[in-house]
């Protein structure tokens, strides 16, 4: 089924993306695919931006581990993408981040993919729900930190 035929006025942009001047776009809708590569371009955002250790500080504010305080990743400093306890932790706070910071996507899974063929390389494939109402439209996101620069790249699957 092509979303796009269902709704022919297209998706409706972020108010981010909407602030900007200079895209008619944003007045007609945008299609399922620059829906999907605005979700990739703001979890780029977030997966390339740290998170501040408040954790004793926190605890008793549970409102502001959802605010922009949290806004995310943690620092993957000192964990082995060789120990399956670290994979399973850098995935599970990716998770978490992207489930309190992109409320367009439900069911979040990230796994680490583990080949030879990005060697040095972390890649992640993110599994979601891309919730347009009232469907959910399945998605995956190819995210790989790239070792010379330390930023993700992400690219939207087709």
Same mark, same amino acid.
């Given at each position: #089924?092509?979303?796009? @035929?269902? *709704?022919?006025? =297209?998706? /409706?942009?972020?108010?981010?993306?909407?602030?900007?001047?200079?895209?008619?776009?944003?007045?007609? =809708?945008?299609?399922?695919?620059?829906? /999907?590569?605005?979700?990739?371009?703001?979890?780029?955002?977030?997966?390339?931006?740290?998170?501040?250790?408040?954790?004793?500080?926190?605890?008793?504010?549970?409102?502001? !581990? &959802?605010?922009?305080?949290?806004? =995310?990743?943690?620092?993957?400093?000192?964990?082995? $993408?060789?120990?399956? !306890?670290?994979?399973?932790?850098?995935?599970?706070?990716?998770? /978490?981040?992207? $489930?309190? @910071?992109?409320?367009?996507? !439900?069911?979040?899974?990230?796994? #680490?993919?583990?080949?030879? &063929?990005?060697? =040095?390389?972390?890649?992640?494939?993110?599994?979601?729900?891309?919730?347009? *109402?009232?469907?959910?439209?399945?998605?995956?996101?190819?995210?790989?930190? !790239?070792? $010379?620069?330390?930023?993700?790249?992400?690219?939207?699957?087709?």
């Amino acid at each position: #089924m092509n979303l796009d @035929h269902l *709704y022919p006025y =297209g998706f /409706r942009s972020t108010l981010f993306d909407r602030l900007f001047p200079g895209s008619e776009q944003n007045d007609r =809708g945008i299609s399922l695919q620059q829906l /999907r590569e605005s979700v990739a371009t703001d979890l780029e955002d977030l997966l390339n931006s740290r998170m501040a250790k408040l954790e004793d500080c926190i605890d008793d504010f549970p409102m502001a !581990k &959802q605010s922009i305080l949290q806004f =995310g990743i943690i620092d993957f400093v000192g964990l082995s $993408t060789a120990n399956p !306890k670290d994979r399973d932790q850098i995935c599970q706070s990716i998770e /978490r981040s992207i $489930t309190a @910071h992109e409320p367009r996507l !439900k069911q979040i899974k990230v796994e #680490m993919l583990l080949d030879g &063929q990005n060697m =040095g390389a972390l890649c992640l494939s993110i599994q979601a729900y891309l919730n347009i *109402y009232p469907l959910f439209e399945p998605v995956i996101f190819d995210a790989l930190l !790239k070792p $010379t620069t330390q930023q993700y790249v992400i690219s939207a699957r087709s």
